[in-house]
């Protein structure tokens, strides 16, 4: 079923117009739409202009003492190779492997200083070149416009490789809602439903029925399940001497589940089999939309929590016995200076930390304020599950709470959000 879904998502990725979806916040209501891409302007949501993807070409040279190709578009723009990426990018079947889409030629067999001998355009859509040891390599109009280095070009693969959009949310969030057996049976229910997942964060699905089983249905629509050392399922409820803070009855504060982890889990899934008829409320933010506001009031402490390494532990025994160990960032920021996961659990924070003595009253300081910006009204979701909602959420960003009779499921790498559960059964 999952190679239905992924060919779905193959197809509609790099070969077509990827259709995106967008969540329309309202006080009033939720709606799932499909929209062309979406850029972030001055706060305003726009449909971005499409990259002109004109693949015809009117004219081929070569530059820089034939260490570059130049290829001018029809459409008057140009494109700027180098002669080392499209040596090391030959598609003929001695260099790639077209079965696997996979790059047979070997790096040591790569002149990295390599130019090129002659090229010729054919029919404004293909390039020919020869090489100094007269291989020959033949590319597509097409294929090389995808690849062009330009920021356009690049911002558009990475749009349609990575889905980067993020839409941030606070208090007044309606939550996407789909139907449980329309995303097991569609493919383009399935699609729509992981695209608003990694946009948003958070995704309800409705009319599951209300017994075990049907979590591991949907962790198999999509993936497969990981075990852990809570095993591959588990019921959380109150227990003597607990080995996790879940297993009480107090309030648990937000976070992100296992950070201890290497690569914490990307996706959690919480199915509600029973509500309690007292309390069973539920609690869930945007770490994202809260890492921005604190960036914003605070750069220093955001600075604090993106650099700064902090010790995570988890020691016990349940399917087995484990002793684990990480360090992690409690905001996590790539390469390009964007957040990309949030890593926060409270309960789990060792008492070592590995810093200098004078760097750890700031920390606490950075700490306090972001957990204060979590947990303000501003902020956060409040709600209570009923029996056969699934709730799905990015453990990259969503951070939560809940007191409801739950299954959970973990799937990894993954998501965002932080979450806190007050008192709860889950299974994983």
Same mark, same amino acid.
């Given at each position: 079923m999952w190679t239905a879904v992924g060919n779905y998502l193959l197809r509609s990725k790099v070969y077509q117009d990827c259709p995106r979806v967008s969540l =329309?916040? $309202?006080k009033s209501r939720s709606t799932i739409t499909r929209s062309p891409p979406l850029q972030y302007s001055a706060g305003v949501v726009q449909a971005a202009q499409p990259f002109n993807m004109n693949a015809r070409i009117q004219k081929v040279e070569a530059l820089d003492a034939n260490h570059f190709v130049c290829i001018h578009w029809e459409d008057g723009? %140009?494109?700027?190779? @180098?002669?080392?990426?499209?040596?090391? !990018?030959?598609?003929?079947? #001695?260099?790639?492997?077209?079965?696997?889409?996979?790059? *047979?030629?070997?790096?040591?067999?790569?002149?990295?200083d &390599?130019?090129?001998?002659?090229? &010729?355009?054919?029919?404004? *859509? *293909?390039?020919?070149?020869?090489?100094? !040891? /007269?291989?020959?390599? /033949?590319?597509?109009?097409?294929? =090389?416009?995808k690849r062009c280095f330009s920021e356009q070009a690049r911002a558009k693969m990475r749009e349609e490789l990575f889905v980067p959009e993020h839409e941030y949310w606070g208090s007044d969030l309606q939550f996407p809602e789909m139907s449980f057996e329309d995303v097991l049976s569609?493919?383009?229910?399935?699609? &729509?439903? =992981?695209?608003?997942?990694? %946009?948003?964060?958070?995704v309800m699905l409705t009319g599951a029925a209300t017994r075990q089983g049907e979590l591991v249905k949907l962790g198999k629509r999509i993936g497969f399940l990981r075990l852990t050392f809570y095993g591959p399922t588990w019921q959380v409820q109150d227990k003597m001497d607990a080995n996790n803070v879940a297993y009480t009855t107090g309030k648990l504060n937000f976070h992100?589940?296992? @950070?201890?982890l290497q690569h914490p889990p990307g996706v959690q899934f919480l199915h509600c089999i029973k509500q309690t008829t007292a309390g069973g409320e539920s609690e869930v933010v945007d770490?994202?939309?809260?890492?921005? %506001? =604190?960036?914003?009031q605070n750069p220093q402490a955001f600075q604090i929590l993106s650099s700064t390494l902090v010790d995570f532990t988890d020691v016990g025994v349940d399917y087995c016995d484990f002793s684990m160990q990480s360090k992690q960032k409690i905001i996590q920021i790539n390469d390009r200076g964007e957040m990309d996961r949030i890593n926060?659990? !409270?309960?789990?924070?060792? &008492?070592?930390? #590995?810093?200098?003595?004078?760097?750890? $009253? @700031?920390?606490?300081?950075?700490?306090?304020?972001?957990? !204060?910006l979590l947990n303000s009204t501003e902020h956060k979701v409040t709600y209570k599950m009923k029996p056969g909602l699934w709730n799905l959420q990015s453990q990259i960003r969503a951070a939560g709470l809940c007191s409801v009779v739950h299954h959970f499921l973990f799937l990894l790498p993954g998501a965002s959000g932080i979450y806190s559960p007050q008192s709860q059964q889950e299974e994983t």
């Amino acid at each position: 079923m999952w190679t239905a879904v992924g060919n779905y998502l193959l197809r509609s990725k790099v070969y077509q117009d990827c259709p995106r979806v967008s969540l =329309l916040i $309202q006080k009033s209501r939720s709606t799932i739409t499909r929209s062309p891409p979406l850029q972030y302007s001055a706060g305003v949501v726009q449909a971005a202009q499409p990259f002109n993807m004109n693949a015809r070409i009117q004219k081929v040279e070569a530059l820089d003492a034939n260490h570059f190709v130049c290829i001018h578009w029809e459409d008057g723009g %140009k494109s700027l190779y @180098p002669s080392v990426w499209l040596r090391d !990018n030959c598609q003929c079947p #001695d260099c790639f492997l077209h079965s696997a889409k996979a790059r *047979k030629l070997p790096l040591e067999d790569l002149d990295v200083d &390599t130019g090129v001998k002659d090229i &010729t355009l054919t029919d404004r *859509k *293909k390039v020919y070149i020869i090489w100094p !040891n /007269e291989h020959t390599s /033949e590319f597509e109009a097409e294929w =090389l416009k995808k690849r062009c280095f330009s920021e356009q070009a690049r911002a558009k693969m990475r749009e349609e490789l990575f889905v980067p959009e993020h839409e941030y949310w606070g208090s007044d969030l309606q939550f996407p809602e789909m139907s449980f057996e329309d995303v097991l049976s569609s493919d383009e229910s399935a699609y &729509t439903w =992981l695209s608003t997942l990694k %946009k948003v964060g958070i995704v309800m699905l409705t009319g599951a029925a209300t017994r075990q089983g049907e979590l591991v249905k949907l962790g198999k629509r999509i993936g497969f399940l990981r075990l852990t050392f809570y095993g591959p399922t588990w019921q959380v409820q109150d227990k003597m001497d607990a080995n996790n803070v879940a297993y009480t009855t107090g309030k648990l504060n937000f976070h992100t589940d296992y @950070p201890v982890l290497q690569h914490p889990p990307g996706v959690q899934f919480l199915h509600c089999i029973k509500q309690t008829t007292a309390g069973g409320e539920s609690e869930v933010v945007d770490g994202f939309h809260v890492s921005r %506001k =604190l960036k914003q009031q605070n750069p220093q402490a955001f600075q604090i929590l993106s650099s700064t390494l902090v010790d995570f532990t988890d020691v016990g025994v349940d399917y087995c016995d484990f002793s684990m160990q990480s360090k992690q960032k409690i905001i996590q920021i790539n390469d390009r200076g964007e957040m990309d996961r949030i890593n926060y659990n !409270n309960a789990t924070r060792d &008492t070592v930390f #590995d810093i200098s003595a004078e760097k750890v $009253q @700031p920390f606490y300081a950075a700490l306090k304020e972001f957990v !204060n910006l979590l947990n303000s009204t501003e902020h956060k979701v409040t709600y209570k599950m009923k029996p056969g909602l699934w709730n799905l959420q990015s453990q990259i960003r969503a951070a939560g709470l809940c007191s409801v009779v739950h299954h959970f499921l973990f799937l990894l790498p993954g998501a965002s959000g932080i979450y806190s559960p007050q008192s709860q059964q889950e299974e994983t």
